[in-house]
T-cell receptor
Protein backbone atom coordinates (compact mmCIF):
# COMPACT_ATOMS: atom_id res chain seq x y z
CA UNK A 1 0.00 0.00 0.00
CA UNK A 2 0.89 3.67 -0.09
CA UNK A 3 3.47 4.85 2.43
CA UNK A 4 5.69 7.79 3.38
CA UNK A 5 9.18 7.65 4.87
CA UNK A 6 10.89 10.69 6.30
CA UNK A 7 14.21 11.20 8.01
CA UNK A 8 14.34 10.54 11.68
CA UNK A 9 14.74 13.32 14.17
CA UNK A 10 15.33 15.17 16.23
CA UNK A 11 17.12 17.64 14.02
CA UNK A 12 18.90 20.40 15.91
CA UNK A 13 20.09 23.49 14.07
CA UNK A 14 21.39 26.92 14.93
CA UNK A 15 19.40 29.94 13.90
CA UNK A 16 19.95 30.94 10.25
CA UNK A 17 21.18 27.47 9.29
CA UNK A 18 19.95 25.67 6.17
CA UNK A 19 17.29 23.03 6.68
CA UNK A 20 16.59 19.88 4.72
CA UNK A 21 14.15 17.20 5.86
CA UNK A 22 14.06 14.24 3.52
CA UNK A 23 10.81 12.58 2.49
CA UNK A 24 10.24 9.72 0.07
CA UNK A 25 7.02 8.00 -0.81
CA UNK A 26 5.56 4.84 -2.30
CA UNK A 27 2.26 5.12 -4.11
CA UNK A 28 0.35 3.84 -7.09
CA UNK A 29 -0.59 6.52 -9.54
CA UNK A 30 0.11 10.18 -8.96
CA UNK A 31 -0.61 11.28 -5.42
CA UNK A 32 -0.72 14.80 -4.06
CA UNK A 33 2.07 15.54 -1.58
CA UNK A 34 2.04 17.68 1.53
CA UNK A 35 4.08 18.99 4.40
CA UNK A 36 2.23 19.60 7.66
CA UNK A 37 3.67 21.30 10.74
CA UNK A 38 2.69 20.76 14.35
CA UNK A 39 3.75 23.42 16.81
CA UNK A 40 3.82 22.50 20.50
CA UNK A 41 0.30 22.27 21.91
CA UNK A 42 -1.35 22.99 18.56
CA UNK A 43 -3.05 21.03 15.81
CA UNK A 44 -1.54 20.06 12.48
CA UNK A 45 -1.34 22.89 9.97
CA UNK A 46 -0.80 22.57 6.25
CA UNK A 47 2.55 24.13 5.39
CA UNK A 48 2.68 23.51 1.65
CA UNK A 49 1.51 21.12 -1.02
CA UNK A 50 2.18 19.98 -4.58
CA UNK A 51 -0.35 18.14 -6.69
CA UNK A 52 1.66 17.03 -9.72
CA UNK A 53 5.19 16.16 -10.76
CA UNK A 54 7.71 19.04 -10.83
CA UNK A 55 5.36 21.31 -8.90
CA UNK A 56 7.06 23.34 -6.18
CA UNK A 57 5.12 24.13 -3.04
CA UNK A 58 6.25 27.08 -0.96
CA UNK A 59 5.15 28.94 2.15
CA UNK A 60 6.83 30.97 4.92
CA UNK A 61 10.25 30.47 3.31
CA UNK A 62 9.84 26.69 3.13
CA UNK A 63 9.95 24.91 -0.22
CA UNK A 64 9.51 21.37 -1.52
CA UNK A 65 9.54 20.04 -5.08
CA UNK A 66 7.53 17.01 -6.23
CA UNK A 67 10.13 14.70 -7.81
CA UNK A 68 8.40 11.79 -9.49
CA UNK A 69 11.62 10.21 -10.76
CA UNK A 70 13.02 9.89 -7.25
CA UNK A 71 9.62 9.66 -5.49
CA UNK A 72 10.71 12.41 -3.15
CA UNK A 73 9.36 15.63 -1.65
CA UNK A 74 12.17 17.03 0.48
CA UNK A 75 11.46 20.08 2.65
CA UNK A 76 14.00 22.93 2.58
CA UNK A 77 14.44 26.35 4.12
CA UNK A 78 17.38 28.61 3.58
CA UNK A 79 17.54 30.22 7.04
CA UNK A 80 15.65 28.74 9.97
CA UNK A 81 14.40 30.70 12.95
CA UNK A 82 13.76 29.68 16.53
CA UNK A 83 10.04 29.99 15.78
CA UNK A 84 10.35 27.15 13.22
CA UNK A 85 10.88 24.66 16.04
CA UNK A 86 8.10 22.11 15.59
CA UNK A 87 7.38 18.62 14.29
CA UNK A 88 7.13 18.34 10.51
CA UNK A 89 5.10 15.64 8.77
CA UNK A 90 5.30 14.61 5.15
CA UNK A 91 2.06 13.17 3.78
CA UNK A 92 0.39 12.00 0.59
CA UNK A 93 -3.12 11.54 -0.66
CA UNK A 94 -4.11 9.55 -3.73
CA UNK A 95 -7.54 11.17 -3.94
CA UNK A 96 -7.08 14.61 -2.42
CA UNK A 97 -9.82 16.46 -4.26
CA UNK A 98 -12.28 13.68 -3.47
CA UNK A 99 -11.66 13.96 0.25
CA UNK A 100 -9.30 11.01 0.35
CA UNK A 101 -7.34 10.22 3.48
CA UNK A 102 -3.86 11.50 4.19
CA UNK A 103 -1.05 9.01 4.76
CA UNK A 104 1.63 10.47 6.98
CA UNK A 105 5.27 9.80 7.67
CA UNK A 106 6.39 9.43 11.26
CA UNK A 107 7.31 13.07 11.70
CA UNK A 108 10.62 14.87 12.16
CA UNK A 109 11.16 17.07 15.18
CA UNK A 110 13.11 20.26 14.48
CA UNK A 111 14.74 22.25 17.25
CA UNK A 112 16.33 25.60 16.36
CA UNK A 113 18.69 27.13 18.91
CA UNK A 114 19.42 30.88 19.12
CA UNK B 1 -13.52 31.75 10.96
CA UNK B 2 -13.62 29.17 13.73
CA UNK B 3 -11.48 26.12 13.25
CA UNK B 4 -12.17 22.50 14.09
CA UNK B 5 -13.17 22.22 17.73
CA UNK B 6 -12.49 19.15 19.82
CA UNK B 7 -13.28 18.32 23.40
CA UNK B 8 -12.04 17.40 25.83
CA UNK B 9 -8.42 18.37 25.22
CA UNK B 10 -7.17 15.87 27.77
CA UNK B 11 -8.74 12.77 29.29
CA UNK B 12 -7.36 10.34 31.84
CA UNK B 13 -9.28 7.14 32.53
CA UNK B 14 -8.67 3.71 33.93
CA UNK B 15 -8.61 0.71 31.65
CA UNK B 16 -11.93 -0.93 30.89
CA UNK B 17 -13.74 2.41 31.30
CA UNK B 18 -15.62 3.97 28.39
CA UNK B 19 -14.59 7.30 26.87
CA UNK B 20 -16.00 9.63 24.23
CA UNK B 21 -14.51 12.41 22.16
CA UNK B 22 -16.44 15.16 20.44
CA UNK B 23 -15.66 17.09 17.27
CA UNK B 24 -17.28 20.11 15.68
CA UNK B 25 -15.98 20.64 12.12
CA UNK B 26 -15.61 23.89 10.25
CA UNK B 27 -19.00 25.16 9.16
CA UNK B 28 -19.94 23.91 5.70
CA UNK B 29 -17.36 21.12 5.59
CA UNK B 30 -19.05 17.91 4.47
CA UNK B 31 -16.10 15.59 5.05
CA UNK B 32 -15.00 14.72 8.56
CA UNK B 33 -12.08 12.51 9.61
CA UNK B 34 -10.93 10.91 12.81
CA UNK B 35 -7.22 10.12 12.98
CA UNK B 36 -5.22 8.32 15.67
CA UNK B 37 -1.75 9.62 16.48
CA UNK B 38 0.47 7.41 18.62
CA UNK B 39 3.45 8.96 20.36
CA UNK B 40 6.25 9.65 17.92
CA UNK B 41 4.19 8.61 14.91
CA UNK B 42 2.20 10.28 12.19
CA UNK B 43 -1.60 10.27 12.30
CA UNK B 44 -3.47 7.29 10.86
CA UNK B 45 -7.05 7.42 9.62
CA UNK B 46 -9.68 5.69 11.73
CA UNK B 47 -12.83 6.76 9.89
CA UNK B 48 -14.00 9.22 7.25
CA UNK B 49 -17.49 10.64 6.88
CA UNK B 50 -19.14 12.22 3.89
CA UNK B 51 -22.02 14.09 5.51
CA UNK B 52 -23.53 11.48 7.85
CA UNK B 53 -22.26 8.43 5.94
CA UNK B 54 -19.12 6.58 7.00
CA UNK B 55 -17.35 6.00 3.67
CA UNK B 56 -14.05 4.62 4.99
CA UNK B 57 -13.97 2.83 8.33
CA UNK B 58 -11.64 0.01 7.37
CA UNK B 59 -9.08 0.96 10.05
CA UNK B 60 -11.59 1.39 12.89
CA UNK B 61 -11.34 -1.43 15.46
CA UNK B 62 -15.03 -2.13 15.55
CA UNK B 63 -14.94 -4.44 18.53
CA UNK B 64 -14.35 -1.50 20.86
CA UNK B 65 -14.51 1.69 18.79
CA UNK B 66 -17.63 3.33 17.43
CA UNK B 67 -18.35 6.65 15.82
CA UNK B 68 -21.33 8.62 14.69
CA UNK B 69 -22.02 11.85 12.86
CA UNK B 70 -25.61 12.73 13.38
CA UNK B 71 -27.11 15.28 10.97
CA UNK B 72 -23.80 15.41 9.14
CA UNK B 73 -22.25 18.02 11.44
CA UNK B 74 -20.78 17.13 14.85
CA UNK B 75 -19.21 13.76 15.42
CA UNK B 76 -18.49 11.57 18.43
CA UNK B 77 -15.87 8.84 18.69
CA UNK B 78 -16.30 6.32 21.49
CA UNK B 79 -14.10 3.63 22.96
CA UNK B 80 -15.64 0.95 25.15
CA UNK B 81 -13.86 -0.55 26.97
CA UNK B 82 -10.57 1.35 26.80
CA UNK B 83 -7.29 -0.54 26.87
CA UNK B 84 -3.82 0.61 27.87
CA UNK B 85 -2.76 0.63 24.23
CA UNK B 86 -5.42 3.20 23.37
CA UNK B 87 -3.35 5.95 25.01
CA UNK B 88 -2.75 8.36 22.14
CA UNK B 89 -3.93 11.63 20.60
CA UNK B 90 -7.22 11.49 18.71
CA UNK B 91 -7.39 14.07 15.95
CA UNK B 92 -10.43 15.31 14.12
CA UNK B 93 -10.18 17.01 10.74
CA UNK B 94 -12.64 18.40 8.23
CA UNK B 95 -12.52 19.45 4.61
CA UNK B 96 -14.70 21.18 2.08
CA UNK B 97 -13.04 20.77 -1.29
CA UNK B 98 -9.48 19.67 -0.74
CA UNK B 99 -7.45 20.88 2.24
CA UNK B 100 -7.97 19.08 5.50
CA UNK B 101 -8.06 21.29 8.60
CA UNK B 102 -7.14 19.66 11.88
CA UNK B 103 -8.37 20.27 15.39
CA UNK B 104 -5.99 20.39 18.37
CA UNK B 105 -6.71 16.79 19.31
CA UNK B 106 -7.72 14.96 22.47
CA UNK B 107 -4.87 13.39 24.42
CA UNK B 108 -6.10 10.17 26.03
CA UNK B 109 -4.21 8.47 28.84
CA UNK B 110 -5.41 5.05 29.93
CA UNK B 111 -4.07 3.91 33.33
Amino acid sequence: GDSVTQMEGPVTLSEEAFLTINCTYTATGYPSLFWYVQYPGEGLQLLLKATKADDKGSNKGFEATYRKETTSFHLEKGSVQVSDSAVYFCALSSSYNQGGKLIFGQGTELSVKP
Amino acid sequence: EAGVVQSPRYKIIEKKQPVAFWCNPISGHNTLYWYLQNLGQGPELLIRYENEEAVDDSQLPKDRFSAERLKGVDSTLKIQPAELGDSAVYLCASSGFGEQFFGPGTRLTVL
